[in-house]
């Protein structure tokens, strides 16, 4: 979506909010010995008393709350019966739906005790997005998003997943602009507008540059042994630096 009005902008703040705060209280919560089914439902618990909807379950019918990933799985974890255990490399994807907005936003956290690769992707990753977000100006090319995030990626020695990436988002999930790739595009003429509202999300792995639908129909996953981090945000795009909603 494009803001039109200010009230827009303190309706994506106000679902940004609830998004951020439910993302950090699960981020805190994950312990091992639980499955991500006992996490989701700590999210769907503060969604529902914030009065939002999950937005993969009313965009898409996604069979969860929020999304769980863990280890080798890069995105769209069903969450479940699997247990999570000391060491795996958790990712959180919340978003949701509040009187017509939407907002999005995951984050990765290792679960205690960490390696210093794990510790040093889930920086990577981290800092991926806040090179990315110093780009995202009214006037720039899209293309520049994804060049900082690669960039980044190369710095840290990891991987993009080339078939993963940022969008659109504001009145639906997922809309104009679509795919916003996570590596440098020359191709890609498009430009960032004033009012835009997208996620910026990268995806950086140890050995994946593309990953595949599992079983499930759901789950997207690397090789055997691949470690992934995203982190996400969503913003306004202005001519300055980009107003991110979901903070807390």
């Given amino acids: 979506m494009t803001i039109e009005t200010q009230e827009d902008v303190e309706a994506l703040k106000r679902i940004g909010k609830i998004v951020s705060l439910t993302l950090q209280t699960m981020l805190d919560a994950a312990r091992p ?18 009065g939002a909807q999950s937005a993969p379950r009313l965009a898409y019918n996604f069979p969860g709350a929020t999304c769980i990933s863990i280890n080798e799985q890069a995105a769209h974890g069903i969450p479940g019966d699997r247990v999570i255990r000391a060491g795996d490399v958790l990712n959180v994807d919340v978003s949701a739906e509040l009187d017509g907005y939407f907002a999005d936003n995951g984050g990765t956290i290792v679960v205690p005790p ?4 794990k510790t040093r992707l889930c920086h990577a990753a981290r800092t991926a997005l806040n090179e990315a977000m110093k780009v995202a100006r009214a006037g720039q ?16 020695g990891f991987r993009v997943i080339e078939n993963l990436g940022s969008h659109g988002v504001g009145r639906s999930l997922h809309e104009e602009p679509e795919h916003i790739p996570g590596y440098f595009d020359p191709s890609d003429p498009r430009i960032l507008h004033e009012g835009m509202v997208i996620t910026i ?22 090789v055997k042994g691949n470690l992934s981090a995203q982190y996400e945000h969503t913003m306004i795009i202005t001519p300055g630096a980009p107003i991110v909603v979901t903070v807390h």
Avoid: H
């Fill in 201 to 222: 999300e990268p995806f950086l792995s140890t050995k994946s540059r593309i990953v595949d639908e599992a079983v499930d129909g759901w789950t997207l996953e690397g």
């Fill in 114 to 117: 960490s390696t210093p690769q």
């Fill in 33 to 50: 010995g639980m499955t991500t089914r006992e996490l989701d439902q700590i999210g769907e618990r503060l969604l529902a008393n914030y």
């Fill in 141 to 156: 090319r899209i293309s520049a998003i994804g060049a900082a995030i690669e960039r980044t990626a190369k710095t840290y």
